[in-house]
């Protein structure tokens, strides 16, 4: 039997730990690019460390894991799942450092080969999803999320191509806003919905008919905001509105569950607390700058920043590290393989600060601190994950 870090879902988090450092190190170099305007080429790739990087292998690490337990006749591709975590992160890899040294054209074959590993997901985990979509509201919200990402993918694609065709219609800012939506609310919200939907505790499990709507919705309201976004329309305050509605409903279910688990550790709960409040922060940004602030003012800027701050370290760092806690696998001391424990919590969450009080300052000071605090988080991490005992995979409980 191969060690859990031999595993495609291992590969994951030893990849989430090493962008962390790469994204890290990256802002620290072009912080005073980021102080001054977002809407650069090494800005951006800074971003796409985070969110193709970062979060999007802690969710993948996710979805190896829990889908298997939810299928009885899953049938595992351990090769071709490894197969897709080397394309999706090589893809990756390739579109950050075009960015990075702002040539436009490896954007195209970097974005196709994201792309590409990103459909194989389907071929892996389809099937599985397929089966207990109907049954099981983790198997609903994954298969939507795994549709997003599909979705996030292909316009990036084609983004990318327009860098250097010039033929999609409407404003290029907007489009890029879209996409980055898309991805974060629908590939990454969706897969932390589906992943603690399966993390609550079985005796608390709720039905499809209970949850259904609430999926339904949240990805209903994606799109919208998305098509929103893109459009320019005033519509996105509405589905903006829905969105944060879908939230708190889910988080309704996620307490309940959590309020009658006592072997949730109180670390688990301040990452879901820190995490949720950050959405909430970064929903009222979002309405602002939809609204009342400019985007291209020095104002609109910052409070732009400062809303992707508080999505991506904010939110989807602090839930996804608190699932991949809940499902990583144990070694024989009974220490996991990445721990998220008060050390791991004070550095994400002082990063956190430290790095809104850069963004609304424009100050790069500011932004370094907190890219020093992310790279040793990411090297903790990154260590425990490479040097971590062998134990066996377990697919059949993620608890």
Known sequence: MPSFRNTAAGWSLIA??????????????????????????????????????????????????????LDPRHVARPRLAKLQVVLFHFGAAGLVAHFWIGRMNGMAWSAATILVGVLLLPILLG?????????RPAAL???????????????????????????????????????????????????????WYKLLPPRDSFSIRATGGQIAAQTLAVLLLATGIALGSRWVLVAGAVLVGTYMWHMGYVWKGIRR??????????????????????????????????????????????????LLLGWMSNVSLAAIRRIERTRPSGRPLLQSGPFEFFLLNLALIDTLT???????????????LLATLGAVLALRAVAGERSPVRTGDPH
Not at 33 to 42: I, K, L, M, N, W
Not at 281 to 296: E, K, N, P, Q, Y
Request: proline share 3%.
């Open 127 to 135: 099937p599985s999803l397929w089966r207990t979509a109907l049954r």
């Open 141 to 195: 919200a994954f298969s939507t999320a795994i549709f997003c990402l599909f979705a996030t993918a292909a316009v990036g694609t084609l983004l990318a191509i327009d860098k250097l065709e010039g033929f999609l219609p409407g404003n290029s800012l907007r489009n890029l806003s879209a996409h980055a939506h898309l991805g974060l609310f629908g590939w990454m919200g969706l897969g932390a919905t589906a992943a």
């Open 16 to 69: 989430a730990a090493l962008w962390l450092c790469t994204g890290s190190r990256l802002l620290w170099l072009c912080a005073g690019e980021v102080a001054t305007f977002f809407y650069q080429p090494r800005p951006i790739a800074v971003l796409h460390c985070f969110t193709l990087g970062w979060i999007s292998a802690l969710l993948t690490a996710a979805l190896y894991v829990i889908v298997p337990a």
């Open 358 to 372: 850069g963004v609304l300052a424009g100050s790069a000071t500011g932004l370094r601190l907190g890219a020093i």
């Open 261 to 310: 688990d006592a072997s949730v550790p109180g670390m688990t709960l301040g990452h879901l607390a820190v995490g949720y409040a950050s959405l909430s922060f970064a929903f009222v940004c979002g309405a602002l700058l939809s609204w009342r602030v400019s985007v291209g003012s020095e104002m609109g800027t910052r409070l732009t920043e400062f809303y992707g701050v508080l």
